[in-house]
C-alpha cells in the first residue's frame, strides 16, 4: 500500500511494511521541502584528501604540457531528443508555493487560551491575521489558459491545509494562484492564475500507448524552487502498475526509475515527444528493513489527469457512486469479534456493513447493518479497496448487483448508486 503523505522538513521517510497477505505496503514520500542535502559533507571530505594526497614522484610520472590539448572548434552540439523535450515543455513547469499562517499568538498564551478558553476576540483571531509564510513547496504544470485565466495542475497534497498558494513560474516571477478544485482520492487539484502570466501551456499525450523501456524525463523542483526546471532521466518502468493508498482505494500508476525527490510532486512525467504522460506524485522511500529503495517513482497517468481535471474545473469536485453505508472489511475484524457481530463463522473474506445511512440507495434497496458484502456484480470483494474499484467503474444512477450474506446464507440485491 502506497501512502501519500506531505513531507515538509519535520516529516521524515518511512519504511514500507509487509502485511500478513504478503501484500506491500510502501510509504511514498511526497514532494515538501526538506532541508539540507544528504552526503554533502562526504564529496567535500574526498576533495580534500585528494588536495592533500602526497605527490608521487616515481619515474611513471609524466609531465603535461599547457599546450598538448585544447577543445576543438568543431564540435558539434550534442543536443538530443530527450533535449528537445525538456524544451518544449520547460516553460510550462512551475513550482508550488503552499503557504500557512502564522500565529501571531505567544506559547504561553497558547497553552492559556487552549486550557482555559479565550473571550478575547482580538487574541482568538490572531492566527487569522498572522503572517503568511511558506510551509511546503512542489510542483505544476501550465495546461490551458482559457476565459482569462491559466490552468494549472498539480497534487492535491502539495497544497492541502493551505491558507493561501502562490505560482513561481519559469521566467522566476511568484504569483497569487486561485484553488480551482481538488480531489484528495486521486491526488489531484487545479489552480488558476491569470492569463498574462501564460507563456506556455504543455501538451497531455497518451498514457496508454506507454510502454515498459521508453524513455522519459521528469521535470520539476526537487527540494523546492531554488532547484526549478530541473530534469531527470529514466524509463517506464511498468506503465500500469496498481497500488493500494492508505485510503483503502486502488490507483493505478506509471512506474518510472526516473530520479524523483521531495518537491516533484505535481510535476511533469514528459514522453520524448515533449508531451505529459504523467503527474509525479510519489516515491518509493524504504524497504521493510530499512534499506533504501532507489528509482521506483510514480506518476498518474495523463489519461485519468484530463478527466479529473475537467471535471474539477467544470464542478470544483469530483462525484463519485456509492452505496451509502459504513463498512470494514471481514480481515480488519478479529476473531473475537466476529461472534459479537453474528457474523457466519464460515466466511473468509468479504465486506462487513456496519451501519446503513437513513433513505440512502442501500436502505431504500434493503440492505442492513450486519450483512456481508460477497460480490459486486459477480465479482467478488476481498477488501474496501475493490469495492471501491468496482463502484468507482460505474456512474452515478447505475444500478449493480450486490450479494449478501445474511445469517448465513446469500441475498441479492439491486442498488442504485448514488453520489457522495
Known amino acids: 500500500m502506497v501512502e501519500n503523505q506531505n513531507q515538509n522538513n519535520n516529516n521524515p521517510q518511512q519504511p514500507r511494511k509487509k502485511n500478513t497477505n504478503g501484500k506491500i505496503i510502501a510509504t511514498a514520500a511526497i514532494v515538501g521541502v526538506v532541508g539540507g542535502l544528504i552526503g554533502g559533507g562526504v564529496s567535500y571530505y574526498a576533495a580534500d584528501q585528494m588536495n592533500n594526497a602526497p605527490v608521487n614522484n616515481s619515474a611513471a610520472q609524466t609531465s603535461v604540457s599547457s599546450s598538448s590539448s585544447k577543445v576543438s572548434e568543431k564540435s558539434a552540439k550534442t543536443s538530443g531528443v530527450m533535449t528537445t523535450a525538456y524544451n518544449d515543455v520547460k516553460g510550462a513547469v512551475v513550482s508550488v508555493i503552499n503557504l500557512k499562517r502564522q500565529s501571531s499568538s505567544n506559547s504561553a498564551n497558547s497553552l492559556y487560551n487552549s486550557l482555559f478558553g479565550n473571550d478575547n476576540s482580538d487574541d482568538s483571531s490572531s492566527s487569522s491575521k498572522g503572517k503568511l509564510e511558506t510551509y511546503s513547496e512542489g510542483s505544476g504544470v501550465v495546461y490551458m489558459k482559457s476565459n482569462g485565466k491559466g490552468y494549472i495542475v498539480t497534487n492535491n497534497h502539495v497544497i492541502s491545509g493551505s491558507d493561501a498558494v502562490q505560482v513561481m513560474l519559469a521566467n522566476g516571477k511568484t504569483v497569487n ?244
Do not use: C
Not at 534499506?291 to 469536485?317: C, D, H, Q, R
Not at 465486506?351 to 433513505?359: E, G, L, Q, R
Not at 442501500?362 to 458484502?373: C, H, P
Open 177 to 420: 494562484a486561485k484553488v480551482v478544485g481538488k480531489d484528495s482520492t486521486t491526488d489531484l487539484a487545479v489552480l488558476s492564475i491569470d492569463a498574462k502570466y501564460v507563456t506556455k501551456t504543455a501538451e497531455f499525450g497518451d498514457s496508454k500507448s506507454l510502454q515498459a523501456g521508453q524513455t522519459v524525463i521528469a521535470v520539476g523542483s526537487p527540494l523546492g524552487s531554488e532547484y526549478a526546471s530541473t530534469v531527470t532521466q529514466g524509463i517506464i518502468s511498468a506503465p500500469a502498475r496498481t497500488i493500494s493508498t492508505s485510503s483503502g482505494n486502488q490507483q493505478t500508476v506509471i512506474q518510472t526509475d526516473a530520479a524523483i525527490n521531495p518537491g516533484n510532486s505535481g510535476g511533469a512525467l514528459v514522453n520524448s515527444a515533449g508531451q505529459v504522460i504523467g503527474i509525479n506524485s510519489m516515491k518509493l522511500a524504504q524497504s521493510s528493513d530499512g534499506t533504501s529503495v532507489e528509482g521506483m517513482g510514480f506518476a498518474i497517468p495523463s489519461n485519468e489527469v484530463v478527466t479529473i481535471v475537467n471535471e474539477l474545473v467544470k464542478k470544483g469536485k469530483i462525484t463519485r457512486p456509492q452505496l451509502g453505508v459504513r463498512v470494514i472489511a471481514l480481515q480488519g475484524i478479529p476473531e473475537g469479534y466476529r461472534s459479537r457481530l453474528k457474523i457466519n463463522s464460515t466466511l473468509k473474506s468479504g465486506i462487513y456493513i456496519a451501519s446503513v445511512n437513513k433513505n440512502s440507495s442501500a436502505a431504500n434497496a434493503g440492505m442492513k447493518s450486519g450483512d456481508v458484502i460477497t460480490k459486486v456484480d459477480g465479482k467478488k470483494v476481498d477488501d474496501v479497496a475493490s469495492l471501491h474499484s468496482i463502484l468507482y467503474s460505474h456512474k452515478v444512477g447505475d444500478t449493480v448487483n450486490v450479494t449478501v450474506n445474511r445469517n448465513g446464507r446469500d441475498v441479492n440485491l439491486k442498488v442504485k448508486l448514488e453520489g457522495n
